[in-house]
């Protein structure tokens, strides 16, 4: 049977609807396809640069914690120090007190001579000469003779042996220290110092950790007291 044209015409625009259908399929396909791959590759390089965002953060997180404690670290020594200077200044000013204390001593003739006889006759015992030189404070000349003089019969007494005494008349100590003397054997070259200042420095020196104890308590950290 002969096919007329419009059934040629038909079957044409039957194919032809058929191939665009396909057509139109394909191309909806290839648009998932393409939106899937899309927003594949968006979540990829959205996890990526997340990542490095969150990396970034951290490191600058960390950084700026280091950089805290160190601050920290360097306010908290800062402090320490500003503690220590300040205990140390009411040590100083404990110490000068004492030395004040001692000048006001050595105003009073009866108290300074009995201190003077003790400090010479230390200085006797330390040095155990024969012949030994006092040097005191050229306001004082009159007052240590008069020590020397009693403390003489008591040192032979104790060590059973004889010193010449001689008091400086050339060189005297500075006329501002307290008061007190400086002990020497008979070349000169062994000194025992007993002047009041150096009383008061070998006195802190030995009780400086009862000091600091009776002034800011007991340090929890230290474990010895020498």
């Known amino acids: 049977m002969a096919l007329t ?3 040629v015409q038909k079957q044409i625009k039957h194919m032809m609807a058929f191939i665009e259908q396909e057509a139109s399929e394909k191309v909806e396909e290839i648009d998932a396809k393409a939106e899937e791959e899309f927003n594949i590759e968006k979540g990829r390089l959205v996890q990526t ?5 969150m990396e970034y953060y951290e490191k600058k997180e960390k950084h700026i914690e280091q950089h805290k404690k160190i601050q920290m670290s360097n306010l908290m020594n800062q402090a320490r120090l500003k503690v220590l200077k300040v205990r140390d200044d009411m040590i100083m000013d404990l110490l ?7 000048a006001e001593i050595a105003k009073d003739p009866e108290k300074y001579s009995k201190l003077l006889e003790g400090l010479v006759l230390q200085g006797f015992y330390q ?3 024969s012949k ?3 040097r005191c404070r050229q306001q004082d000349v009159e007052m240590v003779q008069g020590a020397v ?3 003489i019969p008591v040192y032979k007494e104790a060590v059973k042996s004889n010193i010449v005494v001689r008091i400086d008349q050339d060189r005297f100590l500075h006329p501002d220290i307290c ?3 400086e002990v020497y054997n008979d070349n000169g070259k062994i000194k025992v110092s007993n002047t009041l200042e150096s009383r008061v420095e070998l006195i802190a020196h030995q009780m400086m950790p009862e000091i600091r104890v009776n002034l800011f308590g007991a340090n929890p950290n230290r474990k010895f007291t020498d």
């Open 5 to 7: 044209d419009a059934d």
């Open 49 to 53: 640069q997340r990542v490095k965002i």
């Open 96 to 102: 000068n007190e004492g030395r004040q204390r001692l």
């Open 127 to 129: 040095l155990l000469e």
């Open 132 to 134: 030994v030189t006092v």
């Open 149 to 151: 003089n009693k403390i």
């Open 179 to 181: 008061g007190g003397v």
